[in-house]
């Protein structure tokens, strides 16, 4: 892909996603073998104002070592310099940009009992610094491809051909094109999220209720006081910002323990370098009671018990089958694009911003109200063509999807 894109894109990922303000610090989290086009992004970071870039660099083979080699004990302990960078970002409020580029089966084979002991260990020590930053900095995810997820979303293409065919489907979805303005094209595509959110929040629905001939048989109660986002996001600080690049969705946080019947995935979900395919969750009274999965099973059974709030849902999630990126026909196995093609719900971590008035309460009055806490929040695609949605409120029915698009 020639620099001039991928620099136009660095562009908008610091000022439209990210939207660093002057004199601010950013920490970029990317992959070691993304250092060419983490230059570029690093440059712009400073162009839109940053006082301080630094760089975490990840890369997935060694993160394999790591969790074949060194025991539970060693991988469980937060180490005295990790818990000092949290606390500094807690203290400074840098922007946080994300860069994802992994293999979708970068981690098969790793032991997944270690990781999941591991990371229940680290969280109670990280919680409270990721409870500090929540909705006071500005954060963003995007995607740059590698030539091993390139291949495994375009398996029948040359190696080459097939990077090059990622980067080209990649700016798509992010609306960035050789002759357009994509700050100005983010601009509208947040605007067009505004009227539905607003029908949504103008009927204060009591439950959704979900349906599809694949087996998805399902409601969720929401939370009298919840409130449905799209597109950006707002900090407490009044900074407006682009969370996800690409974002079709609008979304709220339902009411914690209160959902009951069956969801069906509709696409594979990519879940720490592992694929989980083909599978549904059944719940009673708000927890997730059953599971089963062609592949991957025994660790969505991991992921739902990392703990208390994990097998509980903290976000659904509207898109309509007639988006771009599903329109694309393309499968990413990466949850920030798959999860942008169809409807999907979390599990897992609610978010404190859909409680309307939410910046004046604590974070534990957030969670009374009914917001899930998890140190897990992990989305999997449930929309499918004949997706039927209907909100229910004072007992009368409003159909929000009829099949698989918006119904208003």
């Not at 100005?184 to 103008?202: G, I, M, S, T, V």
């Not at 660790?299 to 659904?316: K, N, P, V, Y």
């Amino acid at each position: 892909m020639k620099k001039t894109m991928q620099r136009k894109y660095a562009r908008l990922i610091a000022r439209v996603g990210a939207n660093i303000q002057k004199g601010q610090a950013v920490r970029l989290f990317i992959s070691a073998d993304q250092y060419e086009f983490a230059t570029i992004l690093v440059d712009e970071c400073y162009k839109a104002g940053a006082s301080r870039v630094d760089v975490d660099w990840g890369w997935q083979p060694l993160a394999k070592l790591n969790y074949r080699y060194r025991t539970v004990k060693s991988l469980s302990t937060v180490l005295k310099w990790e818990e000092e960078k949290m606390k500094l970002m807690a203290e400074e409020l840098p922007c946080r940009i994300y860069i994802t580029s992994d293999d979708p089966d970068g981690l098969k084979g790793v032991n997944q009992e270690k990781m999941r002991k591991a990371s229940i260990a680290r969280y109670p020590i990280m919680k409270p610094y990721r409870e500090a930053i929540e909705n006071r900095h500005q954060w963003t995810i995007a995607a740059v491809p590698s030539y091993a997820w390139a291949k495994k979303v375009f398996p029948d293409l040359k190696k080459n051909q097939a990077y090059e065919k990622l980067w080209e489907s990649i700016l798509q979805s992010v609306r960035v094109t050789e002759d357009n303005d994509p700050e100005e094209a983010w601009r509208q595509h947040n605007e067009n999220f505004k009227h539905r959110a607003d029908w949504l929040n103008a009927h204060k629905f009591e439950r959704l209720e979900y349906h599809s001939a694949n087996g998805t048989d399902f409601t969720a109660w929401l939370i009298p006081q919840g409130k449905w986002n799209g597109g950006g996001d707002t900090t407490l600080q009044g900074v407006y910002f682009n969370p996800n690049m690409p974002t079709e969705e609008i979304f709220t946080s339902p009411m914690k323990g209160k959902a009951e019947g069956t969801l069906v995935s509709t696409k594979p979900l990519s879940y720490e370098g592992q694929l989980i395919e083909n599978f549904s969750m059944t719940f009673r009274e708000g927890k997730v009671v059953d599971v089963k999965a062609e592949k991957g099973e025994a660790l969505l059974r991991s992921m739902i018990s990392r703990d208390e709030g994990a097998c509980m849902l903290g976000e659904l999630a509207l898109i309509p089958c007639d988006s771009p990126i599903n329109n694309s026909g393309i499968l990413y196995y990466e949850t920030l694009f798959d999860e942008n093609a169809s409807c999907h719900v979390a599990l897992g971590r609610g978010f404190n911003d859909c409680i309307d008035g939410f910046e004046n309460l604590t974070n534990d009055e957030c969670k009374a109200l009914g917001i899930n806490d998890s140190m897990i929040h992990v989305d999997f695609m449930i929309g499918a063509p004949d997706m039927n949605i209907t909100g229910y409120k004072d007992g009368k029915a409003y159909p929000i999807f009829v099949n698989g698009e918006w119904a208003f």
